[in-house]
């Protein structure tokens, strides 16, 4: 079965950080790119940072630059999402999903994760940002 589990959200006031995690389970890791989104109440969910194991690239967008830093442990099939300077405007469920990699052969992650590209998504974590 496969999962995508997110973890580490919270309540946090505007400054401080969290430390999210997405947990994957029952596909091939280093063959999909993992995507983090975030909806914010009453918004679109939107594509904030792109990852592959393979070939190591990232992407961030120009919002969480600078803030957000995504890394992966592959022995434990575990992407990492360090937020740091949090801003009340990030409150928002965030969600990590899977993209095959042979999609971004080539390019690797150069852009926001597609939204309809994902296979796979996690549940969701929320994180509030108080100010």
């Known amino acids: 079965e496969v999962q995508l589990v997110e973890s580490g959200g919270g309540l946090v006031q505007a400054g401080g950080s969290l430390r999210l995690s997405c947990a994957a389970s029952?596909?091939?890791?280093?063959?999909?790119?993992i995507g983090w989104f975030r909806q914010a109440p009453g918004k679109e969910r939107e594509g904030v940072i792109c990852?592959?194991?393979?070939?190591?690239?990232?992407y961030y967008a120009d919002s969480v630059k600078g803030r957000f830093t995504i890394s992966t442990d592959n022995a434990k099939n575990t992407v990492y999402l360090q937020l740091n300077s949090l801003k009340p405007e990030d409150t928002g469920v965030y969600y990590c999903?899977?993209?095959?990699?042979?999609?971004?052969?080539?390019?690797?992650?150069?852009?926001?994760?597609?939204?309809?590209?994902?296979?796979?998504w996690g549940r969701g974590t929320l994180v509030t940002v108080s100010s």
């Open positions: 999903a899977a993209q095959p990699y042979d999609e971004l052969i080539g390019t690797g992650c150069i852009s926001s994760p597609d939204y309809y590209a994902m296979d796979y």
């Open positions: 990852i592959t194991s393979s070939d190591g690239s990232t």
């Open positions: 029952g596909f091939t890791f280093d063959q999909y790119a």
